[in-house]
C-alpha cells in the first residue's frame, strides 16, 4: 500500500505540473503571438475598424516644372500736380466777372487763394482784392507775397 500511495502522490503532484506547464507554454504561445486567437492580442498593436491604415507610399510623381511667368509691374498712377490745377483755376477765374468771383472766393482758405491769385491776371486780382472786406485782402495780399518769393521748382531729371 505504501506504494499506491507515492503513486497516488507522484499523479498529484505530476498532473497539475503538467496542466500548469501546457497552460503556460500555451498562454506564452498566445502572448508571443504564435498562436493567434481573436481578442487576444498581448504584444500586437490592436487595428480598429473605424482606423485606416495609413496608404503605402508610392513613389514621388515627377511633373515637368513651369518656369513662372514674368512680372509684370503694375504702372505706378500719377501724383496730382496742384500747380497745373491753380493755373487752370486762374485761367477759368480771368474770365469772370469781379463781383460773381467775390461770391464764389468767400468761402476760400486765404492760401489756396493765394495759391491761384498769383497765376491770374494782375488787374482781375486788383479788382477782386478791391471788391473784397479791406481786412480779408490785406492777409491775401500777404499770402500772395509769400507765394510769389518762392523759387520755381527745378525739374528733377531722370538718369
Not at 106 to 122: C, F, I, P
Request: cysteine-free; overall charge positive.
Amino acid at each position: 500500500m505504501a506504494e499506491t500511495k507515492s503513486k497516488k502522490n507522484l499523479l498529484f503532484i505530476l498532473i497539475p505540473t503538467i496542466v500548469l506547464l501546457l497552460a503556460g507554454g500555451a498562454g506564452a504561445a498566445i502572448f508571443f503571438g504564435l498562436i493567434k486567437i481573436p481578442g487576444m492580442n498581448f504584444g500586437n498593436k490592436v487595428v480598429k475598424k473605424d482606423e485606416k491604415k495609413p496608404p503605402a507610399k508610392k513613389a514621388p510623381v515627377v511633373t515637368p516644372t513651369k518656369t513662372p511667368a514674368p512680372k509684370v509691374e503694375k504702372p505706378i498712377p500719377p501724383k496730382p500736380d496742384p500747380a497745373k490745377g491753380y493755373a487752370k483755376l486762374a485761367t477759368v477765374w480771368d474770365a469772370m466777372d469781379s463781383e460773381k468771383l467775390k461770391q464764389v472766393v468767400s468761402t476760400w482758405r486765404d492760401a489756396d487763394l493765394a495759391q491761384v491769385l498769383v497765376k491770374m491776371d494782375e488787374e482781375k486780382v486788383s479788382a477782386l482784392l478791391a471788391l473784397m472786406d479791406p481786412k480779408k485782402s490785406s492777409t491775401i495780399m500777404k499770402a500772395i507775397q509769400v507765394k510769389a518769393s518762392e523759387p520755381e521748382p527745378t525739374p528733377v531729371k531722370k538718369a
